[in-house]
Nanobody
Framework: QVQLVESGGGLVQAGDSLRLSCAAS????????MGWFRQAPGKEREFVAA????????YYADSVKGRFTISRDNAKNTVYLQMNSLKPEDTAVYYC?????????????????WGQGTQVTVSS
């Protein structure tokens, strides 16, 4: 079992940066691949970024590639999402998710555990 708690969301202006954090409980965090998803009002939840359990390999949605960076610190049981050059269309609730094993997935069904989400609002 893994419990996930996101933090770091807020209201920012277009072009600003934010760093989201996701703290995980348990002593086996390093055995989980991690992902970030987001859900905008009236839309389905979508994949944003993912990282392998060891933190070596990452993958991004085209919409955030070059602007967002996912990373993890297994010693701190935390995964991060650094978001730069934010746009109004990045406004959403952001969720982190955990998947047992080394490799990540890009679909919701790939992940077993989810956080409660943190709101990111980008004004124009």
């Amino acid at each position: 079992q893994v419990q996930l708690v996101e933090s770091g969301g807020g209201l920012v202006q277009a072009g600003d940066s934010l760093r989201l954090s996701c703290a995980a409980s348990g002593r086996t965090f390093s055995s989980y691949a991690m992902g970030w998803f987001r859900q905008a009002p009236g839309k389905e939840r979508e994949f944003v970024a993912a990282v392998t359990s060891g933190g070596v390999t990452t993958y991004y949605a085209d919409s955030v590639k070059g602007r967002f960076t996912i990373s993890r610190d297994n010693a701190k049981n935390t995964v991060y999402l650094q978001m730069n050059s934010l746009k109004p269309e990045d406004t959403a609730v952001y969720y982190c998710a955990a998947r047992p094993g080394r490799y990540y997935g890009t679909t919701e069904s790939s992940y077993n555990y989810w956080g409660q989400g943190t709101q990111v609002t980008v004004s124009s």
